[in-house]
């Protein structure tokens, strides 16, 4: 695709994502959530999960932030609906690589996700964009984590 078509598709999905983002909401009795702050600027997602078996079966965000990291959070959040936490923790590696300008966007898995691509330009919008990915990634280690204890327990 041509830089400039690019760099429009990168301009209006931000716009887009900003003002009206997906999936913004609290869940009642998650599985799994996860707070970050940027400590650059002290804005706030919190991110909060479902999960059926393996598998991200509702994810949610809510907080303040920039366009950048609004828009990166509702991309998110509609990306990783139905994805197993392995896939999703794959993904999240993906979204980091990719916006720090490591791998091109070649990739389909990231879905629309992939035009966040622009963000490697603005090194100090990296944080922006990775905000929520961040937080998805804490959580899902975090549930991995606790996965690994019961296994420990039940032995
Ligand atoms: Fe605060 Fe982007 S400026 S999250």
């Known amino acids: 695709m041509r830089p400039k078509r690019l760099e429009m598709l990168y301009r209006s999905l931000i716009k887009e994502h ?8 609290k869940l009642t009795d998650p599985d799994g959530e996860m707070e970050l702050f940027n400590p650059s600027c002290g804005d706030l997602i919190q991110i909060q999960y479902h ?3 393996d598998r991200i079966e509702e994810i949610v965000f809510e907080g303040q932030g920039c366009a950048i990291s609004l828009a990166s959070a509702s991309l998110m959040t509609d990306l990783m609906q139905g994805k197993t936490v392995r896939e999703a923790l794959d993904l999240i ?17 990231l879905g629309d996700a992939v035009f966040l691509e622009g963000v490697a330009k603005f090194p100090t919008r990296i944080r922006c964009a990775n905000l929520s990915w961040s937080a998805l990634e804490q959580a899902l280690e975090e549930f991995k984590k606790g996965q690994g ?3 420990k327990d039940g032995k």
């Open 18 to 25: 900003s003002q009206s983002p997906k999936n913004r909401g």
């Open 51 to 53: 999960l059926k078996e």
């Open 93 to 109: 590696d993906l979204f980091s690589e990719l916006i720090q300008g490591n791998k091109s966007a070649e990739s389909e898995v």
């Open 149 to 151: 204890d019961e296994s």
